[in-house]
């Protein structure tokens, strides 16, 4: 380990106001944990936007460095499962909220939270894909569980152009699916065509307060976005369909009523990455390397350094970034 290193950290002041710097850190400065990794390359997700600017409670430690998804190397190990050279992949765990993030060249974590770097994925592709393109997985294979094919008919996926959207898009579409795009940013539809959506709607027509049942459009859908986003796609989704919910950019709330649910039988499925369990973890990303076109991952992705990482927080919060943002770290 090579000491001082570079890392982001936020901070509160005693009036509890909230600043980040880029600082240095030593070994000491790292928490508790039996694998030490360096680095390769991370990411920013909408939650690393909430915490470094401080918009949304995601940090309970302080200071904090943010960065919820690494993946590296193994520089030293004291337990049995991973061994110095080995490459590794963290997402979640709390990790960036209440354990030292990916925002530094070394983190040092609980072999729990780690599973090998999937085969046929490098580091820079696993952070292409990241929280919000595993969760995107997450989210098909809920779809999948609850019976829905690519002849069930068209699938909404809401927040399109966002990290969730872009790579649920893509996935959807490469297993067959007709999908549906609902964006704020209707001069990005071809770019959502050219990933796979069939149709692009205007978010416009899902977000404001609407009926408790509308016309059965969709056989399911994918939702990033929450609030009346998501109550609107309960009420126009068919009879049998399924909805998983994993995101709130329009807000947490859900001003819904049961009617989907007890007249046209339809299910919400809840998505959560951050505690998922490792056999969860290990199927999602073996199903990202099969089933998701590496083509369309480059398209999605932009590469950013590390002095770029604040910037883009900010910027992801605003709506401003378009899919995917990768940080090289080395
Ligand atoms: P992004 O910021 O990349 O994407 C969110 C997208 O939502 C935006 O690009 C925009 O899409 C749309 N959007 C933004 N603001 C609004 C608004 N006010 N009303 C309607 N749509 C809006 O974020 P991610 O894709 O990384 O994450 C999406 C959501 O999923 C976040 O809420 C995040 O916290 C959550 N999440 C949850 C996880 C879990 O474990 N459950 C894991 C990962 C993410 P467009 O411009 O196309 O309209």
């Known amino acids: 380990m090579q000491e001082p290193f570079r890392a982001i950290v936020v901070s509160r002041d005693e009036n509890k106001k909230q600043s980040v710097a880029i600082t240095e850190l030593t070994h000491a400065d790292l928490m508790e944990g039996d694998v030490v990794v360096e680095v390769e390359a991370t990411t920013v997700n909408y939650k690393d936007g909430l915490a470094i600017t401080g918009r949304g409670p995601v940090v309970r430690r302080w200071p904090m460095v943010p960065g919820i998804d690494a993946a590296g190397t193994v520089i030293s190990s004291t337990g049995t499962e991973f061994k110095a050279g080995d490459k590794v992949l963290l997402n979640g765990f709390g990790v960036g909220e209440t354990h030292l993030g990916a925002y530094a060249r070394y ?31 997450l989210s098909v294979m809920a779809l999948e569980r609850h019976g829905i094919t690519p002849s069930s008919g068209p699938i909404a996926v809401t927040g399109a152009n966002g990290g969730v959207g872009t790579v649920a898009i893509a996935l959807l579409s490469k297993l067959g699916f007709e999908v549906v795009a609902s964006t704020g940013r209707m001069g990005e539809a071809d770019f959502l065509k050219s990933l796979g959506a069939t149709e692009v709607i205007d978010r416009a027509e899902l977000s404001e307060p609407g009926k408790p049942l509308g016309k059965e459009r969709f056989a399911g859908g994918i939702d990033a976005v929450g609030s009346h986003t998501l ?12 909805v998983a919910a994993c995101g709130l950019a329009q807000g947490m709330d859900l001003p819904t009523t049961v009617a989907p649910f007890i007249l046209r039988g339809v299910t919400l499925c809840g998505i959560d990455s951050v505690m998922a369990p490792k056999p969860a973890r290990i199927e999602a990303w073996q199903r990202i390397a099969k089933d998701l076109d590496m083509e369309k991952l480059k398209a999605i992705s932009k590469t950013i350094g590390f002095e770029d990482i604040i910037g883009a927080a900010t910027d992801i919060l605003d709506g401003k970034i378009r899919g995917r943002v990768v940080v090289d770290m080395i």
């Open 107 to 137: 983190m040092q974590l609980k072999s729990d939270w780690l599973i090998p770097l999937p085969e046929g994925l490098s580091a820079h592709d696993t952070m292409a894909v990241g929280t919000a393109g595993y969760t995107a997985m």
């Open 231 to 242: 109550a609107n796609l309960l009420a126009q989704t068919r009879y049998g369909g399924v």
